[in-house]
């Protein structure tokens, strides 16, 4: 850490600044009666430079150089909106107005290019959830985003590690399809990331391959969730929840200045449990009752008005009585509905913890930020956890031995440079160089019971084979994109990105008989392999913008998944390790982005081509029935996307989101009982024919008063999906209602919401082999929030 602020500082030091007059930008902000807005936050894209207004609704920025800027304002209750200004020694004071965010849409800003800008303006379909949409969808997961955006659907089989597919690219191989961010930090792989979501200040979700700036496992897009930071101004809220089923949610924030204009601390907790929505009816007992408990902590110091460096911690303890919740078959958990009957209970313990560094310098002549990150995961189960999902004594799968075991470590660094805010060049660019390394020790063992028998006839009861494998990981990257804008309007975009990988892996076998402390024998001697690959991933698009509001593109990019090392078999004469190969796509997506009405109707199209070569699918092989990862595919997925948000009269606002996608294998071959199985025309796992999501929601003021009464409903509609290769577990369409009622005072808020009011039972999650999940039955809750 040491070594990065001294590299730092040696480059602060002798970068070649330009140095440039400056000045003091100041105005005043009102609402639509001209009554003057406290508390208002006005801030200059891509600098550290923002104020906040005071009673009087006035605000003054010292010491900004003199060059043009794009200005968001937003304060709480109004719609955000963006503006352009040239500062000069002798302009006037500005003179803003704010509207009801019941009249009309926000004015969104996202980073989905590693820098501030509009989210019209970007050549590509992403979709961004402001907080305040966050609060009103009751976002607690990342899987909740689901059919919010189109083409996307996401589900875990009760353990927490979501498998997100997104326009029909999905996590068919253990490295995630879609890549995770949270305040710039890559959730590098399923076991690291947090899914919790809180204290959120907006998640952008970018869809299609992201490989230029954001690299490794983004092919089908990234889910970027930004929380809030403290500034000048002490704020934060107070939540709590309480529902059926046990659910309590309560969460705290608490963002301040220490040092006004210095320095700033900030801190949000989350408590979450319920007493699980499935029995086990082999002890007659709640089977998956969890809690958590998930920290965010900041600490932002200001130097000066062009450098800041942000320090970030966040952890999540999860602890989960019945990770697994899953029925032997789809057609037990339909006709026996959230209902396990598993004779091997324990507690899943998970903690992780995330870190980062955070240094940014915003110059007259060069931006710099560097972003150095440390993520660690230690993941068990306390006791034998059934393998066999029954009430035999079949199959259990012990994890527990320590911490030097199942305990995932990552750390990564990134250096990014962009061109100045201050330049008025046309040429926009930013480049940067990225490199991680990650520590993966697995030691697991499989345990045969007196009845293993039925789940394997080769089994010996009272056998136990482990296995260890202690795998790394390492990698670099250097990227590079410059947009070209010509008149104003048109503007040319080109990037690259170079990766290269390497992976290392030490695997050993043995076996035991019951009751003996030493190997009866070795079943994988100790063997190490290793493989390395790289990836070019360029990116293309032209964006004509009408005007301000209307803009067309059309974007080309590739993007690639991780290859890595994967068990070939347990017969030691054989190579026990196989190298798969990255999978590459290509996409191509053309679209048209357009606001309306003094921005009270947005409608946001597209459509894309993608194609994936050397998709990486699992494969069982027998008789050693273990599950190995090949390029075995050649994917093809091709759809459209639309979005909608109206607010056709005050307090009335329409929000629609429709994806319909069409994912097909063009080659798809497997191994299954020793030959090869032609499954050419199957459908893709893990994505809905279509998905779409229509949310109304009606807020009446009182004249003269601050109450205000809300009424929501939300329908979501999920086409055909299938769980598995040979298409053989399939899920067809259905619809899950949600609606939400209650009333605002002032800062205060209590909501009654409900969720899947239909109590519609339908399968959310499934294996290969078809043990399945239920999605959440029909629950309700109040929660009460407090902002301040």
Known sequence: MKRVLLLTSYFLMTCSVAFAQETSLSGKITDADARPLAGATVHLLNTNFGAVTDANGEFTIANVPLAKYIF????????????????????PPLAITLTESITQLDDVVVTAQKTEESLQRIPFSISALSSRKVNEYRLWNIKDITAIVPNLYSANPGDNRNVTSIRGITSTSYDPAVATYIDGVNQFSLDTYIAQLFDVERIEILRGPQGTLYGRNAMAGVINIITKE?????????????????????????????????????????????????????????????????GNYYLKYLATSKLSVTLNAKHSINRNDGAFPLAGSMEDAVSNPFKVNQNATTTLVDNVFNSSLNINYAGNAINFNSLTTY???????????????????????????????????????????????????????????????QDNPVKQATHFGDDAAYIDPNAMPGSEILNTSDGSSAGVAFYGQATYTLFEKLDFTAGVRYDYEKKKQNVHGEFFMEGSSEPVFETQQDTSASTSFNAFSPKVSVAYHFTNNNTVYITGSRGFRAGGLTQLSSDPSQAPLYAYKPEYSINAEIGMK????????????AGYYIKVDDAQV????????????????????????????????????????????DATYKKLRV???????????NRQIFTPRHTSMLAAQYSYSFT??????IARGEWMNLGD???????????????????????????????????????????????????????NPRNYGVTFRWNF
């Open 375 to 437: 993520q660690s995961n230690y993941r068990y189960y306390k006791d034998p956890i059934d393998g066999d999902f029954s009430p035999i004594d079949g199959v259990t799968v012990i994890n527990n031995y320590g911490k030097d075991w199942n305990n995932v470590k990552v750390f990564t660094q990134e250096f990014k440079f962009s061109s100045p805010t201050t330049s008025s060049s046309p040429l926009k660019w930013t480049a940067g160089a990225y490199l991680f390394h």
């Open 594 to 605: 357009n606001s309306f009405l003094n921005d009270r109707l947005l409608v946001n199209f």
């Open 72 to 91: 968001a304002v937003s304060a709480v209750g109004y719609a955000s909106i963006q503006g352009e200004i040239t500062t000069s020694k002798d302009a």
């Open 230 to 294: 403290p500034g000048n101004t002490t704020r934060g809220f107070v939540e709590a929840t309480i529902g059926n089923y046990g659910q309590q949610r309560y969460g705290f924030g608490v963002r301040t200045p220490l040092i006004k204009d210095k320095l700033f601390f900030g801190v949000a907790g989350m408590y979450d449990a319920n007493d699980g929505f499935y029995d086990n009816e082999y002890t007659n007992s709640n089977f998956d009752k969890k809690h958590n408990i998930t």
């Open 704 to 709: 003269g008063s601050r109450l205000t009464l």
């Open 671 to 681: 191994s299954q009982n020793g030959t090869e199985v032609n499954l050419d025309g």
């Open 618 to 661: 699992p494969t069982l092989v027998l008789p050693d029935a273990i599950t190995i990862t090949r390029n075995a595919g050649e994917l093809t997925s091709k759809g459209v996307e639309l979005e909608i948000s109206a607010m056709p009269v005050k307090g009335l606002q329409f929000d629609y989101a429709l994806g319909v996608n």
């Open 721 to 775: 999906q299938y769980f598995d290769l040979y298409n053989n577990n399939k899920q067809s369409g259905y619809s899950v209602f949600n609606a939400k009622a209650g009333a605002a005072f002032g800062n205060f808020e209590l909501m009654f919401w409900g969720r899947n009011l239909g109590d519609e039972e339908y399968i959310s999650y499934a294996y290969d082999f078809g043990a399945a999940h239920l999605g």
